[in-house]
C-alpha cells in the first residue's frame, strides 16, 4: 500500500470516529448532582453544557476525584462537575460548579488526557503542555499561569493546627487531678510516650480529614516544566500524588516546537 493510500485510510477512519456520539453514565457519591446530595444508586447519563462545546460528545473519562468527577468532551474540553458548595477542597479543585461546565483552564489546545486526586488534578494537551492544580501539597514548583475563578469565600485555616492545650498540659497538672483506682496506672506512663501516641493519632486524623477550603493552600493551573524532548503519554493521580508516563519526541516533531 503506497504512503498516500495509507493516510486517506487513516483519514477515513478518523471522520468515521468523529462521527460517533459517545455517553457518558455516572453513579455513586457526587453531592453536586442531587439537591438532596444523595448518591446516584443507578447509572444516569452526564449532560455535556450548552455553551462552550463544540461538538456534543464525549472523548474519554478521567480516573480518581473526591467528590467529583472529570471527563473530556469531543472537542477536547475539559469537564467538572459533582461537587458541592460545602464540599470544601474538592469544590474549590472541580472549578465551584456542580454541573458539568469546562473548567476554566488557561489554554484553549484540546487536552488528551486528564486525571483527579484527592484534591488535585493533572492534565496534557495535544501540544504536550502538562498543566495541575489544586492542593499545593500535590503540585510540584511550576510556573504559575493563571488564578482561581473568582467569586465565592472559603473559611478554613491556611495552617492545620494541633490541639495545644493537650499536648502542653504538663504531667504535673495531670496528676493533680482526682482519678479512680481502675485508671491510676496511667500515672505511671512517660511524658514522651504519650506524646508520641498523640502525634500518631494526630498524623493518622490528618491522613483521614480532607483538607481545609481554603484559596491560600491551593495552587491555580500551573504548567510543568519538563526536559527537552520529553512527552508525556499518560497520566494518573493517586490520593495525593501525580504519575506521568513519558516518552521522547522525534527529531522532526521537536523541531516544530
Sequence with gaps: M????????????????????????????????????????SPVEVQLPENGIDVQSWKDVCGGGCGFAMAISGSGKLITWGSA?????????????????????????????????????????????????????????????ANFASGGSFEGDAIRKESVSTDQ?????????????????????KPEETAKRRRTMTAKQELESPPPADESLSAPPCI?????????ISVAAGGRHTLALSGHMKYEDMEEL
Excluded at 460517533?20 to 446530595?37: A, F, Q, R, T
Excluded at 504531667?171 to 500515672?187: L, Y
Excluded at 516544566?225 to 520529553?230: M, N, T
Design 2 to 41: 503506497s504512503k498516500n493510500g495509507g493516510r486517506e485510510e487513516e483519514d477515513e477512519l478518523k471522520m468515521e470516529e468523529e462521527k460517533k456520539k459517545y455517553e457518558v453514565l455516572m453513579w455513586g457519591y457526587l453531592p453536586g448532582v442531587l439537591s438532596h446530595k444523595s448518591p446516584l444508586t
Design 85 to 145: 458548595d460545602d464540599q470544601g477542597q474538592s469544590y474549590l479543585t472541580s472549578g465551584k460548579h456542580g454541573t458539568p461546565e469546562p473548567f476554566p483552564l488557561p489554554t484553549e489546545d484540546p487536552i488528551v488526557k486528564a486525571a483527579a486526586g484527592w484534591a488535585h488534578c493533572v492534565s496534557v494537551t495535544e501540544k504536550n503542555d502538562v498543566y495541575t492544580w489544586g492542593w499545593k501539597e500535590c503540585v510540584p514548583s511550576s510556573k504559575v499561569v
Design 169 to 189: 498540659e504538663s504531667p504535673q497538672s495531670q496528676g493533680s487531678k482526682p482519678i479512680g483506682g481502675s485508671v491510676a496506672h496511667q500515672d505511671n506512663k
Design 224 to 232: 510543568v516544566e519538563l526536559d527537552p524532548g520529553v512527552k508525556i
